[in-house]
């Protein structure tokens, strides 16, 4: 009668303990992770590592204490340099996200397998608001990278040459998008001729229209008041319109007669900023639209001339009047 060999306990055991001593390292790896650590592949998107079997890429060679032994499957290296052992481009900027900065990748990103692109344990904005408080980032009015949950048409997601991972400096980030003939001109309004858009505009949501961080009249007419143009007097003096007499808070006066005075508060036609101002750049002087706007289908030329002391205005097919600061004109 023959026997078979693995009959026999003892020489089954040899067999089994010789196979495992010949068995290369890494398949050894391969089997004992996928056999015991099956949870951790369960996403559609795997860590590449992973995918390959190659968990030692990551992990110290394991043991023969493991599982058993503590911390006997660790990393190879700590934790807060593991990932930047192959992700080098990722730290060579002056401003890191702050999980990137101390090491915390798994903040965003998960180690094994995600079902989102790049292992990320969710998708914008939801995986930005997992620190990010939602409501600062919200308003009546919403910029639209927000509105859509693209927080990366702005932002870096890992590091950046400027502060809050902006993908550009200043006005070059906004022209991204935005026409950059918003900027050109004869005169330029200086938030945008210095790239401070956020001077005037809220970032990310506003209460206001335009995602401005204050309120902005765009009736041409608009009885005056201290409050009544709150935007413009963030950096304008309020005299420049309240003072009926001044040397020195505008150039638009007749001698010491204040003429921003006069237009705003002309009784029951009290001209708001942005009746003649352009509030971004203008083919005229000091920011004068080239027409009038509002006035349904008239178009209304405006033609402003500055000269060295004062300047002229007509509108229409009214005649020019003049103003000059050191030797008024009588109308």
Not at 111 to 125: C, M, T
């Amino acid at each position: 009668m023959r026997h078979s060999l693995w009959a026999h306990p003892v020489a089954a055991l040899v067999l089994f303990v010789l196979g495992a001593i010949l068995l290369p390292d890494a398949a050894r790896a391969e089997f004992t992770c996928s056999i015991c650590h099956k949870g951790l592949v369960r996403g559609s998107v795997p860590h590449k590592p992973v995918a390959a079997g190659r968990c030692m890429d990551c992990h110290k060679q394991f043991n023969d204490n493991h599982p058993l032994g503590k911390d006997s499957m660790g990393f190879k290296v700590p934790k807060e340099n593991l990932c930047a052992g192959c992700h080098t481009h990722v730290v060579k900027k002056k401003f890191l996200h702050k999980p990137v900065g101390t090491g915390e990748c798994t903040g965003c990103h998960m180690a094994h397998s995600a079902d989102v692109k790049y292992l990320l344990k969710d998708r914008s904005p939801e995986l930005c608001f997992m620190c990010h408080t939602r409501e600062r980032y919200t308003g009546v009015f919403t910029h639209e990278p927000v509105a859509n949950g693209d927080c990366l048409a702005c932002h870096d997601a890992h590091q950046a040459d400027g502060k809050s991972l902006l993908r550009k400096p200043g006005s070059e980030l906004c022209f991204l998008c935005h026409d950059a003939k918003l900027a050109m001109g004869k005169s330029v309004h200086n938030p945008v001729a210095t790239g401070e858009c956020v001077n005037c505009h809220a970032i990310h949501g506003s209460p206001y229209r335009k995602l401005l961080k204050g309120d902005y009249p765009t009736e041409l007419y608009r009885p005056f008041n201290s409050d009544a143009f709150p935007l413009c007097f963030t950096c304008h003096d309020p005299a420049l319109a309240e003072a009926p007499k001044t040397d020195r808070v505008t150039k638009f006066r007749n001698g010491d007669r204040n003429l921003h005075a006069v237009h705003v508060n002309k009784p029951g036609k009290g001209r708001s900023c942005k009746m003649c101002h352009n509030p971004h750049a203008e083919a005229q002087d000091r920011l004068i639209y080239p027409k009038a706007y509002g006035f349904g289908s008239w178009d209304i030329p405006i033609k402003f001339e500055a000269t060295e002391t004062g300047g002229g205005c007509s509108v229409g097919c009214h005649r020019t009047l003049s103003y000059d600061r050191v030797k008024p004109v009588v109308h």
